[in-house]
């Protein structure tokens, strides 16, 4: 890996304990299985496995689950000299199982990844960057990260760099607060470039159910790049000028964890690769090309069990055939 990082995340990177009993709440389930989480981890991971650069910052707790965090990231090839492990704090833990119903039991036990602080940020390391990736679900919940991660997106942008903001909406983590969530998302997307999010989270941050006047209200908050995920239907993606759905491959779904992650690696691997990455705003015909790439990558990642786990090599991608 060449020490020219290319793209640069932020966030929260965690342990995701999935109970492996079926069809159990938490307070029945007696099995789990540990495995590496966090929204902007997965990014990481998804452009490293196809070939890019990625550097990882956060913090998680200096003890077994932050050591496996890291080694994890470590054996992808993920650049993790600005992961933080902290002495205070253990690292975060996210305990989840599903019921037959598809909702799932959650519980969330936060820890170290909130308390990263601006003084732990590289801003050196962070000049390096070709596009910087703000996709935390955890970050705007308190200080001192929301401050960190807010300051952070600012100072950034100051610089000229091309943002990518996934607001990653968690309804288990900001229950009777959700309108302060909408609000700080403003802020976010008020700088971003490149703005992904799910239809779901369309309508809460717009209060617009109509898809193309959602996109249309955050193109006046100040995206210039829409995509809006919508599952087996495809992307919607808007460069503020023209719009299009488009369609994405048909796979036997067997777990969709991560999948969202894996698309925004995609696209942000291939903006990575332009000379300056600005340049595609305008260029709607190679805009389609890289949200195709990118919900192929999502699709493949549906086939298999785990975010990390399901997520495909360059080479993979072109193997793989459709259902």
């Given amino acids: 890996m060449s020490s020219h990082i290319s793209i640069f995340c932020i966030g929260e990177l965690l342990i995701d304990f999935f109970c492996t009993d079926v069809d159990i709440d938490l307070l029945e389930g007696k099995n789990f299985q540990k495995q590496a989480g966090g929204a902007p981890a997965n990014v990481c991971a998804a452009i490293a496995k196809l070939g890019g650069n990625a550097s990882f910052s956060g913090k998680v707790g200096n003890e077994p689950f932050g050591h496996f965090l890291k080694q994890t990231l470590d054996e992808l090839n ?36 909130a308390f990263l602080t601006e003084d732990e940020m590289d801003k050196e390391k962070l000049k390096e960057a070709a596009v910087v990736h703000f996709g935390s679900a955890t970050a705007l919940l308190d200080d001192p990260f929301q401050s960190t991660y807010l300051n952070t997106m600012k100072s950034v942008k100051q610089e000229g760099k091309f943002i990518s903001f996934d607001p990653n909406f968690r309804g288990d983590l900001w229950k009777g607060r959700t309108s302060v969530f909408v609000e700080l998302v403003k802020h976010g997307i008020s700088m971003a470039d490149f703005v992904k999010v799910s239809n779901d989270e369309l309508k809460i941050i717009t209060g617009k159910s109509n898809v193309v006047e959602g996109i249309s209200a955050l193109h006046q908050m100040g995206a210039e790049i829409v995509a809006v995920t919508l599952g087996k239907d495809g992307t919607f993606v808007s460069n503020g000028e023209s719009h299009e759905i488009i369609s994405s491959m048909k796979v036997k779904s067997v777990d969709s964890t991560g999948a969202g992650d894996a698309f925004v690696g995609a696209a942000l691997f291939q903006l990575a690769k332009e000379d300056d990455p600005n340049n595609v705003k305008k260029n709607f015909e190679q805009l389609k090309k890289i949200i195709s790439f990118s919900n192929k990558v999502g699709a493949v990642v549906c086939t298999k069990l785990g975010a990390i786990a399901a997520l495909p090599t ?10």
Avoid: C, I, W
């Avoid at 704090?89 to 909702?103: D, I």
């Avoid at 360059?314 to 259902?323: H, N």
């Fill in 78 to 113: 993920v650049d993790t000299s600005m992961l933080v492990l902290d002495d205070n704090h253990p690292t975060t833990l996210a305990f989840v199982s599903l019921k037959a119903n598809g909702e799932r039991d959650f519980v969330f036990n936060r820890g170290a990844d």
């Fill in 314 to 323: 360059y080479d993979e991608l072109y193997e793989f055939s459709e259902v």
